[in-house]
């Protein structure tokens, strides 16, 4: 079977006029289908760097980065762009919810993205924001709903279009305990299964035990996959 | 996508608000003045627009526009009959002559001196009276607004009485007497109108040699203007003109010859320029504070084309309801001063006008934030 990403020998530099920052400094991984896997490490040790090339919205350097097979940086532009709306799905640290949309609204754009239509998307997003325990919320704004609710909201947005990676920054640091728990309960339960692989970059010791391996990463290196 | 964009758009709501009033301030002058500016011109031949009748008028050479008088013989008044072409010619005098009122002030007006027997260029609308009623002694016919503003005799509370049918006012120490009451369109110096005969006209004004100000000319029938004009000209030396040339001529004179043109010009443009700036300033800041979720869309896999048409859409949402609010004000300004000195006129080609204006300026604050967003690298949507 195929696997969701490999990566090989990827390195990305990032340059500052002048002065240039080594942030990936040739990062092998492989991903599986159906697995959650953990990037730990130090702060700046380019793990925010190693998921968004991952993701497709940044480009390596050099090195190479599948994903299920495909290489996606030889992509044209615009077949880039389309494998990324159908195929990733995003979480992120501030949530990133769009203020003026309600909760069914932020959830369908992945869709909308995907060309389906306005009302069909909306329709759809209230089962996720269901699965996700916020079906009766739909209509709520962002500033209406609590930090933990407010990731909900983003796990379903990252959901629905059935994406095959999801991939996650810091998902529970802006939460508490409770609330960074039930989050990671939900991606366990909800979001990951056979198909799909999850990617969750964190700090937070407190969930790693949700993982199924951990890839520790320092300097730009990944030095320690476990198990 | 189309909701999405209208829904940030609106979403921030003083931005909004910002942008839309940018927009119609800027709209606002971009119409308004204008349509003052054109109000003024337009004033400036009406005394020629009002006196419909005759085709040709006939003046002295020098003559550059309808209130620069330069008077002629009263014997070219015959001249200009014995011309071959010519219907009938009508002598007209325009002149500015003092007018002493009831309480001892004085008052400039506009007195023209119509043809005795025909009264050929009378005013356009008699409100009261009729225009044979000049016929009788020492009368005159005044416009109303300047009976109601410029005529008027203020009461004991400082309340403007305007002058009626049968008060009488002086004219160089000749008395005159209000037999009519005529409504005419505005003119550029503002003045009172009063319409008297050719010869009681010449009695008001001081003694001159030469007091004949126009030769109002009809052509036959069938005969061509263009024609008859050149003909007068030749054989008399004067100068003649059809109606609309002499329209023509006042207004380019204008144009030419007075800061007007220059002064409105640089309203308008300061309109332009601080709408500009306001509602691109605003609409790029609304952008830029908007980064993150133009990051997150694109990042999700939203094309630049696709963002490109969101900001195109708000930005003609903006520019529509800006313009539309202008327009609107601008014509509500006009409605509430139509009674009023002010010279207004809204012709269509105004909406045009404003219309490109607010245009470019939408069009030149979305492409800044187009620009942006196009730069934009989707990777800063993991920055916190
Ligand atoms: N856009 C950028 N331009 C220049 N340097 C950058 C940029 N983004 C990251 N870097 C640098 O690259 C290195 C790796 O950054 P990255 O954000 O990937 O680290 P991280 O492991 O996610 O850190 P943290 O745990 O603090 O989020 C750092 O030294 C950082 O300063
Ligand atoms: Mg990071």
Redesign the pocket.
Same mark, same amino acid.
């Not at chain 1, 702060?43 to 760097?49: H, L």
């Given at each position: 079977m195929v696997d969701a990403v490999r990566c090989e020998k990827l390195v990305k530099i990032?340059d &500052?006029g002048g002065q240039k920052?080594v942030?990936l400094n040739g990062i092998d991984l492989t991903i599986k289908l159906g697995e959650l896997m953990m990037l730990v !490490?130090p702060? !700046?040790? !380019?793990? &925010? &760097?190693l998921i968004s090339v991952i993701a497709g919205i940044l480009d390596q350097d050099s090195g190479i980065c599948e994903l299920f097979g495909e290489n996606v940086n030889a992509m044209r532009s615009k077949d880039k762009l389309q494998f990324r709306a159908k195929n990733i799905g995003f979480v992120f640290q501030a949530f990133n919810l769009l203020p003026s949309l309600n909760a069914a609204e932020n959830v369908s754009i992945p869709l909308i993205i995907n060309g389906v239509k306005r009302a069909e998307a909306e329709r759809k997003a209230i089962k996720v924001l269901e699965q996700v325990g916020l079906g009766d919320r739909w209509k709520s704004f962002p500033s209406q709903l609590s930090g933990g609710q407010q990731q909900r909201v983003a796990i379903a947005r990252a959901l629905i279009h059935s994406p095959r990676l999801i991939v996650c920054d810091e998902p529970t640091s802006a939460l508490d305990h409770v609330s960074g728990h039930n989050v990671m309960n939900l991606l366990k339960e909800v979001a990951l299964h056979e198909d799909r692989a999850l990617v969750i970059?964190t700090?937070d010791a407190r969930i790693f035990e949700f993982a199924d391996r951990i890839a520790q990463m320092d300097d730009g290196h990944v030095v320690k996959v476990t198990p | 996508m189309n909701h999405i964009a209208l829904k940030m758009l609106m979403g921030d709501t003083g931005k909004y608000l910002g942008i839309v009033m940018g927009l119609t301030f800027a709209s606002l002058i971009m119409t308004q003045q204008p349509a003052i500016f054109m109000g003024i011109l337009a004033r400036t031949y009406s005394f020629i627009s009002d006196t419909g009748l005759p085709d040709i008028w006939v003046m002295d050479e020098k003559v550059q526009f309808v209130d620069d008088i330069k008077p002629l013989q009263d014997t070219e008044l015959y001249r200009v009959r014995g011309i071959s072409g010519v219907a009938w010619a009508m002598p007209m005098y325009k002149g500015l002559l003092k007018a002493r009122l009831a309480d001892g002030a004085f008052q400039t007006c506009n007195v023209i001196g119509l043809d005795d027997t025909t009264l050929i260029g009378g005013p356009p609308i008699m409100l009261q009276g009729n225009i044979s009623d000049l016929r009788r002694s020492d009368g005159v016919i005044i416009d109303i607004d300047g009976l109601n503003e410029k005529l008027s005799k203020l009461d004991a509370d400082g309340k403007k009485i305007p002058l009626k049918i049968g008060d009488s006012l002086e004219l160089n120490d000749h008395r005159a007497i209000i037999v009519g009451i005529a409504k005419v369109t505005r003119t550029f110096q503002s003045q009172p109108v009063i319409y008297t005969t050719y010869s009681r006209a010449k009695s008001y004004a001081p003694k001159e040699r030469k007091l004949l100000s126009f030769v109002l000319v009809k052509a036959i029938k069938g005969q061509d203007l263009d024609e008859l004009t050149r003909r007068i000209r030749e054989k008399t030396g004067l100068a003649a003109y059809t109606q609309q040339e002499f329209m023509d001529i006042t207004y380019n004179y204008f144009i030419k010859n007075t800061g007007i043109p220059i002064n409105f010009g640089i309203s308008v443009l300061l309109g332009f320029i601080v709408g500009a700036a306001i509602a691109g300033q605003t609409f790029y800041s609304f952008t830029l504070e908007n980064i993150r979720q133009f990051g997150v869309l694109k990042a999700m896999g939203t094309s630049n084309w696709t963002l490109l048409r969101m900001i195109l859409l708000q930005a003609v949402l903006v520019g529509s309801i800006g313009y539309g609010m202008g327009v609107g004000l601008t014509a509500l300004f006009g409605y509430a001063m139509r009674h009023t000195i002010l010279a207004f006129k809204f012709p269509w080609q105004l909406l045009v006008f404003s219309g490109a204006g607010v245009s470019i300026i939408c069009m030149l604050a979305a492409f800044i934030s187009i620009l942006k967003v196009m730069r934009l690298e989707p990777a800063i949507v993991f920055k916190s």
């Open positions: 990032y &500052t920052v942030a !490490g702060s !700046g040790c !380019g793990k &925010t &760097t970059v700090h | -």
